[in-house]
Nanobody
Framework: QVQLVESGGGLVQPGGSLSLSCVASGLTFSRSVVKWYRQTPGKERELVASIRGTGDTTTYADSVKGRFTISRDSTKNTVYLQMNSLKPEDTAVYYC????????WGQGTQVTVSS
């Protein structure tokens, strides 16, 4: 009965910002590694960012370093991806992934960056 639900996607102009949210039920994010992936049709799924359950260690893909920030609110059991200075290349479906003994995926939220 684990469920991950992403939200916050939409249409934004280049240079704009979006904040994505991933809310979990059936598992506790603070005990897991949580990752954001993105995928565009015809392209390989890309790991965008990750955050660990202990120490809040974060990692980012080179393509988003300095622009995206992953964070967690343990009280709300929610992980966020703040995306600034968006580029057309950031257009993709963004998926939340949580790992304990196995991995769980959300349904994805579409981000489109276009003028």
């Amino acid at each position: 009965q684990v469920q991950l639900v992403e939200s916050g996607g939409g249409l934004v102009q280049p240079g704009g910002s979006l904040s994505l949210s991933c809310v979990a039920s059936g598992l506790t994010f603070s005990r897991s590694v949580v990752k954001w992936y993105r995928q565009t049709p015809g392209k390989e799924r890309e790991l965008v960012a990750s955050i660990r359950g202990t120490g809040d260690t974060t990692t980012y893909a080179d393509s988003v370093k300095g622009r995206f920030t992953i964070s967690r609110d343990s009280t709300k059991n929610t992980v966020y991806l703040q995306m600034n200075s968006l580029k057309p290349e950031d257009t993709a479906v963004y998926y939340c992934n949580a790992v304990l003994l196995t991995s769980y995926w959300g349904q994805g939220t579409q981000v489109t960056v276009s003028s």
